[in-house]
């Protein structure tokens, strides 16, 4: 399900909803795990997994570049909120009946040429962090990734005016 994703400021708040029928722990463990995360986005890694703590993203293009970005917001088994960009992302896991429900939400500050890759790259790694969950380990489907980014580049139009 494409994200929802309303106007705010100059910018955007996008949230995806999801539904794994696996236990909060568990999908938690896949969001913090760094031997987890890898599987389903790769880019990040968590170094020090506290509020102010710090995750690290990683280019994964050869050239060994990352940098950190902030923990705004942390409760164990519940939030994790970091700095994305000029913006933030975070996740929010919540026991519900059969499983576990999980938002991600992002505030895009200033919209670019990017924002419509970004919200497809979080579609489609929700997605792959499903399969992990049901243990599939799959590589990102960049044909995938291309079919939701044409979505996301109407959607962000439609709301951009």
């Not at 949230?15 to 999908?27: G, L, T, W």
């Not at 923990?71 to 519900?96: H, K, N, Q, T, Y």
């Amino acid at each position: 399900m494409q994200a929802v994703i309303e106007k705010e400021g100059n910018g955007i708040i996008a949230r995806f909803d999801r539904q794994y029928n696996h236990s909060v722990e568990k999908v938690w463990d896949a969001l913090t795990e760094n031997d987890k995360l890898e599987k389903w986005m790769s880019n990040l890694e968590i170094k020090d997994l506290r509020k102010d703590g710090n995750i690290q993203f990683h280019f994964n293009d050869g050239s060994g570049k990352s940098f950190d970005m902030k923990i705004r917001d942390f409760r164990e088994r519940a939030v994790l909120e970091f700095e994305w960009g000029d913006g933030w992302v975070r996740f929010e896991s919540s026991p519900e009946k059969g499983g576990c429900a999980l938002i991600l939400t992002e505030s895009i500050s200033t919209l670019s040429n990017h924002t419509s890759k970004d919200l497809a790259g979080w579609h489609v790694c929700l997605d792959m962090l499903g399969e992990v969950l049901d243990g599939r380990a799959i590589d990102f489907p960049m044909d995938a990734w291309e079919k939701w980014h044409e979505e996301y580049i109407i959607a962000v139009k439609r709301i951009d005016g």
